[in-house]
């Protein structure tokens, strides 16, 4: 199946700084989305992004399908933007593959 | 409802019983996935329900792992002779019919087999 690779595994920030989280897949997709796991286990939207670019406040995103990778950008990072962050993709078929996930400290 | 919905939360049961996940999705969202979560892990696929098509089982660990989704809504996981090694999150997703769409979570179900 598909590989899915995010980078860093791991990170720590103070408050104010900006990140640059990296999601690498295999294949081909047709669809392609961001989620953050906050400390409770539940899993948020943050962007439907198959391609292109959007922004969403502090929070954009850019898919480049050509090239199979995608960015999530954190800009003045918060402490409650702690958490894991999980990109998943779907090439051809049902099924979802996931990322094992950025987990990402922000300290005040 | 507004949102994705799964129950129990927590869910401990002794090894060898059965337990039953029960997830509702998002009104008229025709898909619906159940995924599983091991501690410090990503997401592992189990199933896919997509209306009323033949369901996508293609990753379900083992023949004690079933699920349906009646009516084209509601859906239970079924575990039947609980192991140590299924303890986890359990996930449910749902989703407008279509490559094209996002999926939603609910907040999931910790099962923890003793």
């Known amino acids: 199946g598909i590989q899915v690779e995010q980078s860093p595994p791991d990170l720590i920030l103070q408050e104010g700084a900006n990140s640059t989280l990296r999601c690498n897949f295999s294949d081909s997709v047709n669809n392609l989305q961001w989620f953050h796991q906050n400390p409770w286990g539940q899993l948020i939207n943050l962007f439907y992004?198959?391609?292109g670019t959007k922004q969403n406040g502090r929070l954009s995103a850019t898919t480049v399908a050509t090239e199979r990778y995608s960015l999530l950008y954190i800009s003045s990072s918060q402490t409650t933007d702690s958490g894991v962050y999980f990109c998943a993709v779907r090439p051809t078929g049902n099924q979802f593959y996931f990322g094992t996930g950025t987990s990402l400290t922000v300290i005040p | 409802g507004a949102g994705v919905s799964q129950s129990p939360s927590n869910k401990v049961t002794e090894k060898g019983k059965d337990v039953e996940l029960r997830c509702d999705p998002i009104s008229g969202h025709t898909a619906l996935y159940w995924y599983r979560q091991s501690l410090g892990q990503g997401l592992e696929f189990l199933i896919y329900?997509?209306?009323?098509?033949?369901?996508?089982k293609s990753g379900l660990p083992s023949d004690r792992f079933s699920a349906e989704r009646t009516g084209g809504s509601v859906s239970t996981l079924t575990i039947q002779r609980t192991q140590q090694e299924d303890s986890a999150v359990y996930l449910c997703a749902s989703l407008l019919a279509g490559a094209y769409n996002e999926q939603f979570f609910g907040p999931g179900t910790r099962l923890t087999v003793l």
């Open positions: 329900f997509q209306g009323n098509s033949a369901p996508d």
């Open positions: 992004i198959p391609s």
